[in-house]
């Protein structure tokens, strides 16, 4: 079994979005970028299955810049191999343009199940492995938890609205999309990682892909807000009267 | 024929006295002591670990562990478990020595948890068997340069509330005196901006000429080293050491005791070498200087932190400053200086709170706030950044809301300056 993981880097949002207003561009050199949580799920699910069932996990990135540390973090992790995808990228590649690249990767190098975080912060309609598995036409799930191989299929389960679940079962090639994986992710000490910056390498794959229908992007704006929510100062007790005041006018409470 | 190698020290020296155990050395276990030593092997056999294999149980270390007080963890206990073939790794001991080091003041055998735990605990963060919240402090320290998770971008926005001159080096441009490393929780932390805003205040009426790293500053790391990331403080140390290298100063003064211990016995062995004094030494010779005029009229405890006074050795630089605040009542509490109780934040037990509330039946800052209590404080005195939210935490859950107040010793003196 060959686990190809799809890995990305996102604005850390622990430090402000930098935007120009005026230009209404992203600046992206401004940010900090941090692996993707979702993908780290991704990554874990793959790794249990190779604990499990002795599955080759190779995690990869399209090289929008800083992704080594992504890469080698994944190899301290316990993956097998690390890929980066080398053209004309950019953080602010779309991810359009990003899929067509893995895909062409994957047309080449065959690998059996692609996991993927099943979104992004900076993707929240979870595109990437949808349009992977459309450029391949593979079949694809999203939103998927629990990925056990169970002989030459995959089962996994999948969310739905209402608290509901499915139990699904697919052939390889296929790509999913996780939404969490069995166990928080694994640690990887900065030990670790440093030692396989001196020992392994990441594999450079020049994947340079043709012009693909895109979005053009006008501006990006920080919302208006509609209006301001009420801060009410004081001692615990006054706030308390004065919370109270406000459900009995609102007619929120009896009494 | 070769000499037979004792499995003790051949000699400890305990406070300065040499213990020579020659009249009971024992060379191989007696026959009641006769166990399968596989597992105990394991873990002596770990670089730093080896004195374990030291102990001969005398249980001295347990009559001062204050983790023993508030559960069922001693260094004599860890060893004796190990012995009996029970897993260091595996179990929840391994995460309950907060490196106080009040064991190692009275071992006979120098059994020295200071090396031990860190080296144990990284074969266990290298076997993903660390308690997840204390990951989640080194992925923030890794990735942010703090424990807390906070923006690297807004480590020195806490000089915008000093409303003096605090100089930040790569804007400054000129020597000073003073290299101020200032630290995580006194950057981050509402009660230890508090502290900072403090202290600031004091260098300024003092007339030091000083600076701070600001955002290139990062987490000196100790704690993280002490609690098994070795790998993420060389990082953290190689990084600091480059940044104070950029610089001209004649001494690091430092907030923070941890700090304080990282830059004396490690940060040497990654090339920073410099001077480096805890803000209590700094402050205690220039005290006359310090235009004390508000006087705090309380009773007043001090907590020693580990760091400072233990490791350390210094107990006078901050009693010394506040025996100098007028009116103020300073009461020992019965575990103090060498004996000092700990407050659970050293070696890793900031970022393990939720993990050691299982295996004890307090906290041990409750404990400490309780002792302090007992002694008619009215105001606990602190002067490590982890002590004001540990023990202002502990102060309410314990019931003693309004009854004792916790301040770093920089606040107090600010506060008789008419400074804050």
């Known amino acids: 079994m060959r686990i190809l993981v799809l890995s990305k880097s996102v604005p850390d949002l622990v430090e402000e979005l930098a935007l120009d207003e005026d230009s209404g561009e992203l600046l992206h050199d401004d940010m900090t970028y941090v692996p993707s949580e979702w993908d780290d799920h991704a990554l874990e699910e793959a790794l249990l299955l190779k604990d499990e069932v002795g599955a080759e996990v190779t995690v990869l990135a399209v090289d929008t810049g800083d992704v080594d540390n992504m890469l080698f973090t994944a190899l301290a992790k316990g993956a097998d191999h690390a890929v980066k995808l080398t053209g004309d990228f950019d953080l602010a590649t779309s991810n359009r343009k990003r899929a067509q690249a893995i895909a062409n990767y994957l047309r080449d190098n065959p690998f059996d199940l692609v996991l993927s975080g099943v979104q992004a912060i900076d993707d929240i309609d979870g595109q990437i492995p949808a349009m992977v598995a459309g450029l391949l036409e593979w079949p694809h799930a999203s939103v998927v938890t629990e990925v056990s191989i169970q002989g030459d299929q995959i089962h996994f389960r999948q969310e739905y609205g209402g608290g509901l679940q499915a139990e699904l079962a697919a052939q390889t090639p296929l790509v999913l999309g996780i939404q969490a994986a069995r166990k928080p992710p694994r640690y990887a000490s900065v030990a670790k990682v440093r030692q396989m910056m001196k020992s392994s390498t990441v594999d450079e794959v020049d994947a340079s892909a043709d012009a693909v229908p895109e979005l053009e992007i006008r501006r990006f704006f920080k919302p208006v807000a509609a209006g301001h929510a009420e801060m009410i100062e004081g001692e615990p007790d006054e706030v308390a009267d004065r919370i109270i005041t406000i459900l009995k006018e609102r007619k929120l409470v009896r009494g | ?420």
């Open chain 2, 1 to 420: 024929m070769q000499k037979a190698k004792p499995i003790e020290l051949e000699l400890a020296v305990v406070n300065g006295i040499e213990l020579p155990g020659h009249w009971n050395r024992m060379f191989e276990p007696r026959v009641i002591s006769e166990y399968d030593l596989s597992v105990l092997d394991q873990v002596t056999s770990i670089e730093g670990a080896e004195s374990l294999g030291y102990c001969y149980q005398c249980g001295k270390c347990t009559a001062v562990c204050p983790v023993d007080t508030v559960g069922d963890y001693s260094p004599r206990k860890v060893f004796r478990r190990t012995q009996l073939g029970a897993s260091l790794v595996d179990s929840p001991d391994l995460w309950l020595c907060t490196t106080c080091r009040n064991c190692l003041r009275v071992c006979p055998k120098e059994v020295n948890m200071i090396e031990i735990m860190p080296a144990v605990r990284e074969q266990a963060v290298l076997e993903g068997k660390a308690p997840e919240e204390l990951l989640t402090a080194f992925e923030n320290t890794a990735r942010y340069g703090n424990p807390l998770g906070e923006p690297p971008r807004k480590r020195a926005d806490w000089v915008k509330s000093a409303e003096v001159p605090v100089p930040v080096m790569s804007q400054h441009k000129a020597p000073v005196d003073v290299l101020w490393f200032v630290e995580c929780y006194p950057s981050y932390h509402p009660r230890g901006k508090d502290a900072s805003v403090a202290l600031a205040r004091l260098f300024n009426a003092l007339g030091v000429e000083f600076g701070i790293l600001g955002t290139e500053e990062k987490c000196s790391g100790d704690s993280q080293r002490m609690a098994g990331e070795k790998g993420l403080f060389e990082m953290l140390a190689e990084h600091n050491v480059k940044m104070l290298s950029k610089y001209q100063f004649n001494q690091i003064v430092v907030t923070d005791p941890h700090a304080f211990n990282a830059f004396l016995h490690e940060y040497p062995k990654y090339g920073g070498q410099w001077p480096v004094q805890h803000y209590t030494q700094f402050l205690a010779p220039l005290i006359d200087q310090i235009n004390l005029t508000r006087p705090i009229s309380k009773k007043v405890t001090f907590h020693d932190p580990c760091y400072l006074g233990r490791h350390n050795g210094e107990y006078e630089a901050p009693r010394n400053l506040l025996k100098a605040i007028p009116g103020l009542d300073l009461v020992e509490m019965g575990h103090c200086r060498e004996t000092a109780y700990c407050c659970g934040g050293g070696g890793g037990g900031m970022w393990l709170d939720s993990f050691v509330r299982d295996y004890t039946s307090q906290r041990l800052s409750e404990k400490r706030v309780r002792e302090a209590v007992e002694y008619g404080a009215d105001i606990l005195a602190v002067t490590c950044p982890y002590e004001v939210s540990r023990f202002e935490d502990a102060v309410k859950s314990t019931g003693n809301t309004g009854k004792l107040e916790v301040r770093d010793i920089a606040e107090l003196l600010a506060y008789s300056a008419e400074l804050i």
